[in-house]
Every structure is written in structure tokens, then in C-alpha cells.
């Protein structure tokens, strides 16, 4: 999918926002932002409640066990707070050795050190295990369903960085794109992330100690390390604002329509047209459309799922 800004130009064209003699827009970028957050939110929970197995946005994540510890959290953004699809724990932490946790209740909770945990609940986004890791050799493998990343501009591309190891940065100097106008800005900005040209994430929510707007460096807060282990940043790279946020959609590119006649309806609404009319049933019709397609089922030969797998061979 393209990436925000050439979709506020399609939308502003649908819902004809013209330009201003000056340049300016009567409905600013960042509220037409919102009107594609708005529409990815809304359509990701319609594809996440539709009956599919195909489960498209569910990732895996390993967590490393601590031991004595309880409860762990997924780093990515968890869905509804509840998406957890499977746990696994290995004891050695080898991926041969992972084998599945059952899922439990709060009933269950047990607290007592164990090897390894028998199985685990879910509270509040956080999996508890039943049977506390006495030692920390193992790992968790969990897949869960993943929200959307946010969508923003590019707020500025990076000329310099200062201080890269492997864990943190101590400071990045941006370019003369610098976004020092918007509300909000760079200088008051909590979080930012880094993603590349094609939107992918380079590391996420970095909290913002200050900026300098005479010599565009951004300085993290004291502290500061990559929430990711893997995660870095390179010259040439850009500035999003706020927590979890990335340039391009990771919708489907399917939904790219859905999306800029969704923003488009929601400027013609702004506008008092009466023209939001006939942009809405487009929208619907796009809409069901896309829901009936991601519904369905693949050509794959479908077998009933089986949780002992192996008993049958």
C-alpha cells in the first residue's frame, strides 16, 4: 500500500478539499489522518470478527523467562488487549523443545516454582503461567494477534546520528523537513518512532527528552534504550510521531480504496456536501465486498483441526 501521503492527496481529490489561494488546507493533514486511522481501526476489527482461520495479522513473538517471575507481556502491540492466539515454553529455550501451554483461568493461579509451568491465563494483556519458572533457561513462544500499526506523516528525514550502539542513540539530527509546525510538533512531541522508506519499523516509541530547534537534534530521555532487541537507526531514515506509528498501512492492498473513499466521505461530511451521500453507499458496497473476500476460505484442502495431531499418524 502507498504510504499516507499520497493517500490525503487521493482523498482530498474524491472529496474535492481544494487548496487554499495561500496553500493551505481548511481541514488540516492531520485530522484526515484520523479519518484513516479511524477507517484502519474499524476495518481490522471487522476482519479480526469475521469467521476465518486465516489469521492474518497474528505474529510470534519469543520472550525470554525470568526466574521467579509470573507474568510476561507480548513487546508488540496486542490486540483488543487480548489477542493471544497459542503459548508454547521451552525449558533449554531451544526451539525443538517448545511444546503448548495449555490455556486456563484465574482459578488455576499457582504460584509455586516449577521446572516447567503446566499452562497459563490471560489478564489485563499479561500471561500469567500456572507454575512459576524457578530458573531462567527457558522462553515463551506466543502468537497473538498484532493491532495496526498508527499511520503518520513523515516528520522529518534523518541526516546524522550520534552515539549508535547496539541498545541506544543519544542523539539525532533531522533535516530541513522537520516538522516544527504542526500540533503537535517536534517540540512537544512525547514519542516518536523510526521507520524506513517503505514504512517499516527500524525502532519504536522512543520517548523524546528534547529538541532543538535551531539545529533540528532530537535527544531521547536519559535512559533510553531500543525497546527491541535488533532494533537501530541509519542516516536517511524518518520521524513519525507517537507510539507505534509507521508511514504506510499494513492493511491489505486491497483495503487502499476502502480507505481513501472512507477519508473522502468523512471530508464531504466536514464539508456539509450533500454529495457524502453517494460517497457512502460506495463506501458500504467497498466495504462488504471486502469482508465477504477476506472471509472466505482459501483453495488449500482444508482438513478438521486437530489438537493431537500425532495420534493420528
Known sequence: MRRIDYLIIEARRLGRNEQNADGTYAISDDEVIQYFNDCQDFFQAAISATKNTSKMFVTEEIISCVANQENYSPVGRLYMNKGIEQVEFSASGLVTDYRVLRKMEFFNRNTNTS????????????????????????????LFERQCDDLDKRRGQIDTVNGLTSTAFTSIVLDSTADETSTINLTNIDYICIVDKDGNR??????????????????????????????????????????????????????????IN?????????DSSSDKNTQQDKLEELSSLLIKALGSQTSEVQTIPQMNYDDWW
Open 115 to 142: 521446572t516447567e509451568p503446566i499452562g497459563y491465563y490471560r489478564r489485563n494483556g499479561e500471561i500469567y503461567l500456572v507454575g512459576v519458572p524457578s530458573t531462567s533457561a527457558g522462553t515463551l513462544r506466543v
Open 202 to 259: 527500524k525502532a519504536y516509541n522512543i520517548p523524546v527528552g528534547s529538541y532543538d530547534t535551531g539545529t533540528n537534534t532530537l535527544t531521547p530521555v536519559a535512559g533510553f534504550t531500543f525497546e527491541v532487541a535488533g532494533d537501530s537507526i541509519a542516516v536517511d531514515d524518518y520521524v513519525t510521531f507517537g507510539k507505534f506509528h509507521t508511514t504506510h498501512s499494513q492493511l491489505p492492498d486491497e483495503a487502499e480504496s476502502l480507505m
Open 262 to 270: 472512507y477519508a473522502a466521505f468523512c471530508l464531504l461530511h466536514k
